[in-house]
C-alpha cells in the first residue's frame, strides 16, 4: 500500500517590503534567546533597508512560511572597504537544526562573490555555538575574540570575530 506524501516546496527569495514583517518576527526569536544579537527590538522596514546592501537579502520559504533569512551590511562607509560585508543569519526557532542556515550562508556566499565581496565577516557571541559552527561549515575562520565588547541587559557579552575570504574576488 503506498502512502502520500506531503509535497516540500522550498526556496530561496529575496527580501522585501512585503515580507518584512516575518523577517522582523524571526529576528525577535532570535533576540529573544540573547545570544543572537545586541538589539532589544527588531528595526522598522525603513531601517533595516537603509542598513543592509541591495544584494544578498534572502529568506528561505517553505510551503509559504518563512523559515530563515540572511542579510549582508556593509562594514564601512570607506571606499577600500567596499568589498567587505557583515553577515546577518536567523532562523526560525521551528526550523533551527534542519539545514536552512547553511543553504542561506552558502547562497549568501555566492551573491556576495558575484557582487565583489572579498570578505565576509561576522561577530558572534561566545555562546552562539550553534552560529559559530555554521559559519565554520561555511568556510569562515576565526580571527578574533573581543572581550566586553558590549552590554546586553547589564550583562558584558564577548564575541568571537569569523571571517572569509573569498578564493576568487580579490585575489
Same mark, same amino acid.
Given at each position: 500500500?503506498?502512502?502520500?506524501?506531503?509535497?516540500?516546496?522550498?526556496?530561496?527569495?529575496?527580501?522585501?517590503?512585503?515580507?518584512?514583517?516575518?523577517?522582523?518576527?524571526?529576528?525577535?526569536?532570535?533576540?529573544?534567546?540573547?545570544?543572537?544579537?545586541?538589539?532589544?527590538?527588531?528595526?522598522?522596514?525603513?531601517?533595516?533597508?537603509?542598513?543592509?546592501?541591495?544584494?544578498?537579502?534572502?529568506?528561505?520559504?517553505?510551503?509559504?512560511?518563512?523559515?530563515?533569512?540572511?542579510?549582508?551590511?556593509?562594514?564601512?562607509?570607506? =571606499?577600500?572597504?567596499?568589498?567587505?560585508?557583515?553577515?546577518?543569519?536567523?532562523?526560525?526557532?521551528?526550523?533551527?537544526?534542519?539545514?536552512?542556515?547553511?543553504?542561506?550562508?552558502?547562497?549568501?556566499?555566492?551573491?556576495?562573490?558575484?557582487?565583489?565581496?572579498?570578505?565576509?565577516?561576522?561577530?558572534?557571541?561566545?555562546?552562539?555555538?550553534?552560529?559559530?559552527?555554521?559559519?565554520?561549515? =561555511?568556510?569562515?575562520?576565526?580571527?578574533?575574540?573581543?572581550?566586553?565588547?558590549?552590554?546586553?541587559?547589564?550583562?558584558?557579552?564577548?564575541?568571537?570575530?569569523?571571517?572569509?575570504?573569498?578564493?576568487?574576488?580579490?585575489?
Amino acid at each position: 500500500m503506498l502512502r502520500a506524501q506531503a509535497v516540500v516546496r522550498m526556496e530561496i527569495i529575496e527580501i522585501n517590503s512585503e515580507i518584512y514583517p516575518e523577517i522582523a518576527k524571526i529576528y525577535e526569536e532570535g533576540i529573544a534567546t540573547g545570544i543572537a544579537t545586541f538589539e532589544i527590538k527588531a528595526k522598522s522596514w525603513q531601517m533595516w533597508d537603509e542598513s543592509h546592501l541591495p544584494f544578498g537579502r534572502l529568506a528561505i520559504i517553505e510551503n509559504d512560511k518563512i523559515l530563515a533569512w540572511a542579510a549582508l551590511s556593509p562594514v564601512s562607509s570607506r =571606499c577600500v572597504y567596499a568589498g567587505v560585508a557583515e553577515v546577518s543569519i536567523y532562523v526560525a526557532l521551528k526550523a533551527r537544526g534542519k539545514g536552512m542556515g547553511y543553504h542561506l550562508l552558502e547562497k549568501l556566499v555566492e551573491i556576495s562573490e558575484e557582487n565583489k565581496i572579498w570578505t565576509l565577516q561576522s561577530g558572534i557571541f561566545i555562546e552562539n555555538i550553534p552560529s559559530i559552527s555554521l559559519h565554520k561549515k =561555511c568556510g569562515f575562520r576565526i580571527i578574533g575574540y573581543k572581550e566586553k565588547i558590549g552590554q546586553l541587559n547589564g550583562i558584558w557579552k564577548d564575541n568571537l570575530l569569523l571571517e572569509r575570504r573569498s578564493k576568487t574576488v580579490g585575489i
